[in-house]
């Protein structure tokens, strides 16, 4: 992969200039080299101002503003502008809308209306990035291409009957033949069996739960027709210019999204957009998760985080404003595992249209604001953090992440619909991070070798060859940690036959013949003092320890916690406490055991470089020696409440 194109840990932030008179372009370049914003990402919603007419381009504003940004000194993300389509277009061709599973149209008037496998959309779209490409490629500022923006955000998704067409032609492709797309889609059960493909449909609205392999496979061409068309913007972006290629992913921001893990394969660089989401309970446990996911996705090179908000969104039920504070810290997390460079959504705070109330850099208050002089010393901040540029990050343990695994354990139609496939992801990455080491959140098919501990929530679609490698890992002597519901279906969502959790039984040694999923708020209890909920499963130890067993509940006496070797199996959701307790246990069986740090401080090592972010109560005392690279000066161990250090580490 290419390094993030940008000097430095930059700063950066969508810039609309189509929004605002052109007086204040200047102004905004001044302010902007003010505040140390060092890229801004151009262009991005442009269209219909760049292409009024369909026969009229006009790009002299356009290049008004990429010469104020150059002259500046401010580099640019350029976006191909074709995220969301004109007026004209749709009016002239309304069977590029997308349509919903209902069959509904998915009209304009907000953004995005378009469906990803339009012929119609794809020629107007590629004509602009030619223009663009072509116009731009090689102009000194323009340092990274920006396709589209959040492929998949509001059209992941299109049922018409162009993706229809579409849908079969993918499916042709990867049966080869109708007979074995009615062995993986299982066609004879409920009288489904296809004669040809083209009595296949997408899986619209259907009376009772659709076929689960037929759903699996509409996910995965949806994410690979959206892939396709970042491919086709990029070979024409390719043709007129050198400059690296990339789109921002959203990697935690929605499920029926792309398969992020094979998308990664086809960018330059890795770019995230990041937002906290308060109706989480742990907002920033899920901002590590999603900082190491990306990393993940990135298999471990330096990302870029292209878009998160300077205090509050504009989409959420209530809009959670950041306190003083943590703008830094939430930075410096994405920077300590992995991104070399922060951008924002977006540099002026827009006065009319649907985003009016999301932050910004400079906010309706104006740059005498508390908002934009905090910016401003973000920029600052992460000027002196040069050094870590292109540092890895060094993590010993592994957690398994996979979006086919989350399409498939999502469906309707499985033992509970109370099971959320992030869930036990993001209960065991706090819990390991909890303990001060920093976890590499990896698909399944992963290199596992440089792991001491491989974590593997809710693996409920597992392929043979992913679970060998994991079986693979647990014979080389990691410690691997399986969770209820996993290893149960195949690639093809086939359940394997012959008692759960059918493709790690010999590995964990155990075999349960039912599920028996808890009620919303039954609670069970353990034999080790703990207690559990959502899952259990009438379990047999046919070749591990028991380490727990349930004491009362649908299964009692039955074991909930077993451990064979190195292979620990937890059958049920743990309580906070008991998943703390057994995270601890597994690292301490791994041998590597890490630096204690006070509760509310973490503490990740990228390269030769600690960083210490304290969102505790009070002062945190931290045994790391070095030079503060924030301050300049030489770490005194100790970091303020609400705090940082970034200390470059002697010897
Ligand atoms: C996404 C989009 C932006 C903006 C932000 C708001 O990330 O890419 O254009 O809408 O959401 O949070």
Redesign the pocket.
């Known amino acids: 992969m290419t390094r993030v194109p940008f000097d430095g840990i930059a700063m950066g932030c969508?810039y609309n200039p189509e929004q605002w008179p052109r007086s204040v372009w200047r102004e905004d370049v001044a302010l902007m080299r003010e505040a140390g914003v060092g890229f801004v990402t151009l262009g991005?919603?442009s269209w219909a101002l760049l292409q009024p007419a369909p026969d009229r381009w006009d790009f002299g504003w356009f290049d008004e503003v990429v010469e104020l940004l150059h002259e500046g000194g401010i580099a640019i993300d350029m976006a191909t502008a074709t995220a969301s389509p004109p007026p004209w277009l749709t009016a002239a061709h309304p069977e590029m809308l997308p349509v919903d599973a209902d069959g509904h149209t998915v009209w304009p008037g907000s953004r995005q209306s378009w469906c990803p496998s339009s012929p119609v959309f794809r020629s107007h779209a590629l004509a602009l990035a030619e223009q663009m490409a072509f116009r731009y490629g090689d102009h000194p500022a323009v340092r990274l291409w920006h396709v589209s923006?959040?492929l998949g955000?509001h059209n992941g998704r299109c049922w018409c009957d162009v993706s229809a067409a579409a849908f079969r032609r993918w499916l042709a492709d990867r049966y080869g033949s109708v007979e074995k797309l009615n062995d993986a889609w299982g066609t004879a059960f409920w009288s489904q069996r296809y004669g040809s493909f083209e009595q296949v449909l997408p899986p619209r609205r259907t009376g009772a739960v659709p076929n689960p392999t037929q759903s699996l496979d509409f996910a995965r061409f949806s994410s690979d027709e959206l892939l396709s068309y970042y491919c086709a913007e990029r070979d024409v972006i390719r043709a007129h210019s050198d400059v690296p290629v990339t789109t921002?992913l959203?990697v935690t921001?929605h499920q029926d999204q792309q398969d992020n893990h094979r998308w990664a394969r086809e960018l330059d660089l890795v770019a995230n957009?990041h937002?906290l989401d308060a109706r989480l309970p742990e907002p920033r446990a899920e901002l590590d998760f999603a900082a190491d996911l990306t990393r993940g996705v990135a298999r471990r090179e330096p990302w870029l985080l292209m878009?998160t908000?300077t205090s509050a969104?504009?989409?959420q039920p209530v809009n959670v404003a950041k306190r003083p504070g943590e703008l830094l810290l939430d930075a410096l997390t994405h920077v300590a595992r992995g991104a070399d460079g922060i951008a924002f959504?977006?540099w002026l705070a827009s006065r009319a249209g649907a985003?009016k109330f999301?932050s910004a850099l400079v906010p309706h208050a104006g740059p005498d604001s508390a908002r934009f002089r905090e910016v401003a010393a973000l920029g600052a901040a992460l000027a002196r953090l040069a050094p870590v540029a292109g540092a890895p990050v060094d993590a010993r343990v592994a957690l398994l992440f996979d979006w086919e695994c989350w399409w498939a354990c999502e469906a309707p139609s499985l033992p509970t619909g109370e099971l959320r496939y992030t869930d036990a992801a993001h209960r065991w990455h706090a819990a390991f991070t909890a303990l001060g080491l920093t976890v590499d959140v990896v698909h399944p098919s992963a290199d596992l070798d440089r792991y001491a501990v491989v974590v593997v929530p809710t693996l409920y679609l597992c392929s043979d060859a992913d679970a060998a490698g994991i079986a693979a890992a647990a014979a080389r002597g990691a410690q691997v940690l399986v969770t209820y519901f996993s290893g149960i279906t195949d690639a093809d969502d086939h359940v394997r036959l012959g008692g759960y959790p059918g493709a790690f039984r010999d590995l964990l040694g155990v075999r349960a013949e039912e599920f028996a999923p808890l009620l919303p708020g039954h609670t069970v209890r353990l034999d080790d003092g703990s207690t559990a909920d959502l899952w259990t499963e009438v379990l047999e130890a046919t070749d591990a320890a028991v380490l727990a067993r349930y004491v009362d509940g649908p299964v009692a006496g039955a074991p909930a916690l077993t451990r064979r070797g190195s292979a620990w199996y937890v059958a049920t959701r743990l309580d906070a406490g008991a998943t703390a307790a057994l995270a601890s246990r597994v690292a301490a069986a791994a041998g590597i055991a890490a630096a204690a740090v006070p509760a509310g401080v973490t503490l990740t090592r990228r390269g030769r470089h600690a960083f210490v972010l304290n969102r505790g109560a009070g002062p945190a005392r931290v045994d790391v020696h070095g030079t503060d690279l924030l301050t300049g000066a030489p770490f005194r161990g100790v970091v303020p409440a609400g705090s940082a250090a970034v200390v470059e580490e002697e010897g």
């Open positions: 969508d991005v919603f923006n959040e955000c921002n959203m921001l957009d937002y878009e908000a969104v504009n989409w959504f977006q985003e999301h």
